[in-house]
Every structure is written in structure tokens, then in C-alpha cells.
């Protein structure tokens, strides 16, 4: 896929709208995005989880891990195209775990997959999960960097957009001071920034 058919994706799904949001942060952005919205159709998902097990297919993946809740999604869909077997792990108390009975053989080659990238805090606390155990991390993947390629988290790298979060504080915000109203779909829901 090109980066216009997966913007055109985002974008007919709702997963990416243009206008004047409220981030979670209490920011003001010009943009929403909740990449959800775009995983479930599952002709999306399939598609979207195509490029990035492409990407992986011969790096000898054994297990997918994401972190729980954004990347199970894709990690089971990735998982499931790569024909390997998809864990995750979950915060208890704020410190990220891999419970379930799941465990990694020191001998794995282990890809870790998330929604999306922002800062990368979830993604290298499951790096070090992996690492603590003696596997390898073959690779990252994400759907969507919102970082901009600035967050790097492994030497294979792979996110299907690159996409920078553009937000301002609300005393800053040019779309307040234009005296566009603030859309709903920000204000309503939880978009990721
Ligand atoms: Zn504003």
C-alpha cells in the first residue's frame, strides 16, 4: 500500500479526522486520531497487518508480543499471517508484566508490536520484558509513528505511517484563536496523542 491508501483508509474509517480536538492531554489539536477506529474493519486489519508481517517474514519470528490493550489487535493479526504463536503483556499496578502463564525461551526471535508509537514507553518496557528473559528482539512494528521516526526503539523498525502530532496549548491554540468551535469526536472520545 501506498501512504495515500493508508491515509484513505484512516481517514474513511474515521480513525483520522481534520478540524479542532481536544487531546487527553488537554491540548488542542487540528487533528483526531484514534487508530481503533481504523482496525475495526477487518479488511483494514488484514491489510494493514499484511505489510507489516511482509516486512517481518523473513526475520525468523517465533512470537509476537504487544503490549496490552492498543497492540493485541495487530499482534494477533500479524501473528496470525506470520503463522507464529502472539502473547502479551499488561500493566499490574503501572509495571508492565507478562502474566497468563506466557513465558519466551531464551532461544526466540521475538517481535514486538504496537497500535501506535508515540513516546515508546510501553514498547521498550516490553523490549526489556523480552530481553530479561534471553530472547532476541527481531524487530519493532507499529501501525502508526507518531513520533515522526524520532522515537527509535530497535534496529529493525517498521511503521506503516509516520504521522506528527501537532498540538498546542489551549492559550496557544491558533483554531481558538481563529474562533473555530472545538469538534466533538475529540471532546467525546479518547484520541491518542
Ligand atoms: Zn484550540
Known sequence: MTNPEILAMFKSSGALLDGHFRLTSG????????CAKVLQYPEHLTAICSEIAAHFMSSGITTVISPAIGGIVVGTEV??????RTIFAERKEGTMMI???FSIDPSEQVLVVED???TGGSVAEVIELVRATGANVAGVASVVDRSNGKVLLADQQFSLLMMEVVSYAPEECPLCKEGIPIDAPGSRSN???
Open 27 to 34: 491540548r488542542h489539536s487540528n487533528s483526531y486520531f484514534q
Open 79 to 84: 501473528g496470525r499471517q506470520l503463522a507464529v
Open 99 to 101: 502474566r497468563r502463564g
Open 116 to 118: 501506535v508509537i508515540t
Open 191 to 193: 484520541p491518542q496523542a
